[in-house]
């Protein structure tokens, strides 16, 4: 048993030292873990019907955007028509599209999707390299492959590998899941992203492999928690959020 036990983690020839913790002492690994552990697995992440939407709804998502804006997006392209690898659209047809104003059910007025003309250039440009690639059969060598595609990096090829090929041992390092184990102490202020990627991970894997569940569940777990309770998140993880200076 590790609970409430100091723990060494070697990772990318670092060492990073910090207090387990207990199940009850908030934003703690042994928290985390008890948390995972709690709540039945997702059954199924996956967000598309094909590879080729998979991507789309993960390039639609990601920093900057609430998870709701960027699937009621994914949903007005596919409506549209526009998630095709047999014609796949050109730049311009989608921004038009991701333009449009957005109604969701939590909002009483209508939303504007933040970056058309950016994730447009990346989900024509992802479209068409999928179309004319054929993605690997072993679903292991699949996040390497993605990271060719126009616009995906480590972090979007995670996701889509997570929720499209099932894969349990990777890990979807965002803004919550770094703020996460900042706080409980498994990831080290100095580590950057998206350059460090590959050791957020590795320490973030061995942290789920140290606490007996899924890499995948893991990441999940606190990325709902944290993402549900917004800037509240601070409770939790024990520091106020911090304000940039104007």
């Known amino acids: 048993m590790i609970v409430g036990e100091i ?5 990318s020839g670092e060492v990073i030292q910090f207090r387990w913790g207990e199940p009850h002492e908030l934003g703690t690994a042994a928290y985390w873990v008890e948390q995972t552990r709690s709540r039945q697995p997702s059954p199924d992440h996956r ?12 390039l639609l998502g990601g920093f900057g955007l609430p998870a709701e804006v960027g699937l009621a997006a994914f949903d007005r392209l596919r409506l549209a028509g526009l998630l095709s690898t047999t014609k796949p659209p050109s730049a311009s047809q989608v921004q038009a599209v991701l333009e449009e104003p957005l109604q969701l059910a939590s909002r009483a007025r209508p939303v504007r999707y933040r970056f058309p003309r950016q994730r ?3 989900v024509s440009a992802a479209l068409h390299f999928l179309s004319e690639n054929a ?11 993605l990271l060719a595609v126009p616009g995906v990096g480590p972090k979007t090829a995670s996701w889509i ?4 090929a099932g894969v349990e041992d990777v890990a979807i390092i965002d803004v919550h899941i770094r703020r996460a184990g900042l706080a409980a102490g498994f990831f080290h202020p100095r580590w950057k992203l998206p350059h460090r990627y590959s050791t957020f991970e590795a320490a973030f894997a061995e942290v789920a492999r140290l606490g007996g569940v ?17 800037r509240a998140s601070h409770l939790l993880l024990g520091r106020p959020p911090v304000t940039p200076l104007l």
């Open 47 to 58: 967000l598309g019907c094909s590879l080729a939407e998979e991507t789309v709804a993960c």
């Open 214 to 230: 899924s890499c995948a569940e893991l990441d999940a777990r606190i990325w709902q928690d944290l993402s549900f309770l917004g």
């Open 161 to 164: 590998t997570r929720n499209w």
């Open 120 to 122: 447009a250039l990346r």
């Open 135 to 145: 993605a690997p059969q072993d679903s292991r060598d699949l996040r390497n492959w």
């Open 7 to 11: 723990v060494r983690l070697s990772v």
